[in-house]
């Protein structure tokens, strides 16, 4: 069967443009797509693929072959960047300090224009086009985390906005117990390029796949204040649907005030997340 790629549109603009971020956005924009329809076909449909998230579904959308070098040297250079800079950093590093970077250090090497312009495509693309419908929290490519706003969560590596969620993650610490810890708190674009087009690239470049899991740039509320939280020494099972069995769970349900972000059987092309906790609008 023939893969779906991104709209072809978007490719031709790829190729041919030379033009600014902001005419690339506004082309994007205005290149219309249609919805489907939520009928009982539709969502029947909807829910086997959400359920069979980490599967290929026949309607697909892949990154198109003609792209495939630039997204797999992508990969790599964030991959190194993130190694390079160490895990910490990498976590709130703004999408111009992450080109910067990489034209200093010759392990990572400057991203080619190519390299960049691709970003841009994905990151103004509308994501509703291979499945993600939420909306974008996020809309500037370059938005920064600005040091002042985070801090790190106790006896941990990894960041939290300061107030609401920074507060949040406190109170059920002392609620919960130690049996509770942070698993992902604030990511930044760079992040967040990683984590979505890593799960892509394992997937032969399959953005639908990846964004059923990982939001794609612009589009994680992990950028304005979301985290997530897992049961002590569970490990990688704290991101799949055991965590539901755990005393951790049970305790947030039972708390009450706790919302989640990807409920089970949500309509945002997202797979149940009951450890994704929901911070802001
Ligand atoms: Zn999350």
């Known amino acids: ?31 219309s797509y249609m919805l489907p329809e939520m009928n009982d076909d539709f969502i029947k449909d909807y829910l086997h693929k959400m359920i069979n998230f980490n599967k290929p579904h026949e309607d697909d959308i ?7 070098n ?43 224009k190519a390299e960049t312009r691709f970003m841009e495509m994905i990151f103004y693309s509308q994501a509703e086009q291979y499945g993600f419908f939420t909306h ?30 920074f507060e949040t993650f406190n109170k059920l610490k002392k609620q919960i ?13 760079m992040k967040q390029f990683l984590l979505f087009f890593n799960k892509a690239y ?17 589009y994680s509320f992990h950028g304005i204040g979301d985290f997530d939280v897992g049961q002590v020494g569970l490990g990688a099972a704290n991101f799949s649907k055991i965590f539901t069995n755990t005393e ?3 305790k947030l349900k039972a708390l009450g005030y706790i919302k989640f972000r990807y409920p089970d ?11 994704h906790i929901k911070m802001n609008a």
Do not use: C
């Open 1 to 31: 069967m023939k893969r779906r790629t991104l709209l072809k549109a978007l490719a031709f603009g790829f190729i041919q443009w030379s033009a600014s971020k902001q005419a690339l956005a506004q082309h994007i924009i205005n290149t």
């Open 62 to 68: 892949y990154v198109p072959d003609s792209m495939g």
């Open 70 to 112: 630039i997204f797999s040297s992508i990969v790599m250079r964030l991959r190194r960047q993130q190694e390079i800079v160490g895990h910490g950093n990498f976590q709130v590093l703004s999408f111009d300090d992450g080109l910067s970077l990489a034209r200093k250090y010759p392990a990572i090497e400057a991203f080619t």
């Open 136 to 165: 974008k929290p996020l809309k500037e490519l370059t938005v920064r985390i600005r040091e002042k706003d985070v801090a790190r969560a106790p006896h941990s590596t990894i960041y939290l906005y300061k107030g609401t969620p």
């Open 177 to 189: 117990g130690d049996q509770l810890i942070l698993t992902s708190g604030v990511r930044g674009i």
């Open 202 to 218: 394992r997937n032969n470049g399959n953005l639908s796949l990846a964004s059923r899991s990982l939001a794609p740039p612009g």
């Open 248 to 250: 951790v769970f049970k």
């Open 265 to 275: 059987k949500n309509l945002l092309g997202v797979r149940f997340e009951p450890w």
